[in-house]
Structure formats: C-alpha cells, structure tokens
C-alpha cells in the first residue's frame, strides 16, 4: 500500500468535511480547518491512497509544545499502519519547526487511539474532566519525553522500520 503525504491544502477540505463527519461525533467546521490552516504555526497533513484521502491530522505548536489538535483515519485503513504512519509524519513535522514535546488529549474511552499513542512513548500525566460536549466523556491528557533526545530519536526509527516493513514507503 503506497502512501502519499502531503500538506493539507484549502481543496481538500470538502473530503476533509466528508471524513470528519464519519470520524466524530462532534466534528470541526470547515470554517474552523480553514482558521488552522492560516496559521503560521500549525502543520495539518494528510494522507492518500491513489489520489484520494484516506487519513489527516495536525499539530499546533505552542513554544516547544507540539499540540495534537486532530487526528483521522477512513475506517476501513484502520489497523493497518496508517495512523501509525501519519503520527510519525506529524512528529517529524513538529520536530523541524522547533518542538520538543508533543500532547494530545483522547477520550478514557478510546482504547484503539491510547494504544496507538502508547507505542509513540505517550504517557498520561492527566485527566479533563467532562472534556467532550457530545456526552461530557473525560479525556486523558498524554505527553511525549523530548523527541529531539536519543532515546526518543530510536523510538521513532523503530517506528519508521515497522512502517518500511510493511510496504509503507509513500
């Protein structure tokens, strides 16, 4: 499976809409994904298969924060390296314009995500309760050690490895 990553663009917000709706219960505007866009210090990317989009994400740093603001994968690439491909981009991306630490927050009730996020050498430092206007769900907050230290740096070289092993080379 060849994969194509790129940096999200304003004409391919209309797929973007079509799969933010099936990802979320409470999904962004376009309006919102439009504001992200234009800011300076945000890195919104996606992924494609044969020209189409099958998974974005974006990263928003704050000083030395990469902030994980979205992060989606069409269902029927899930469990299949994609996510795993596309969080490996979004913290490449985050480390070359000056990020340390990256954090995200994630629904208690997503076990797929927290998993995914654990292989990245997240740990939950937190918890917000009643984080999600849909159902008040809580969210854990999760953060990386330094992703410029060594150890950080095998992590993601293993990480890339598994992605090559599995035809991911896009």
Known sequence: MRLEVSTMAARDLDRIMELEKKAFTCP????????????????????????????????????????????AVMGEYRCKGVATRLLLEMIRSAEAVGARFVTLEVRVSNDPAIELYKKFGFQIMGERKHYYMDNFENALIMWTEDITSPEYRRLLESLWRGCLDHGQDG
Request: aromatic share 10%.
């Open 28 to 71: 962004w505007t376009q309006e919102m994904y439009e504001r992200e866009l234009e800011k300076r210090e945000s890195c919104y990317l996606t992924i494609r298969i044969d020209g189409t989009i099958i998974a974005y994400g974006g990263v928003l740093l704050l000083l030395e924060e990469a902030h994980v603001m979205t992060m």
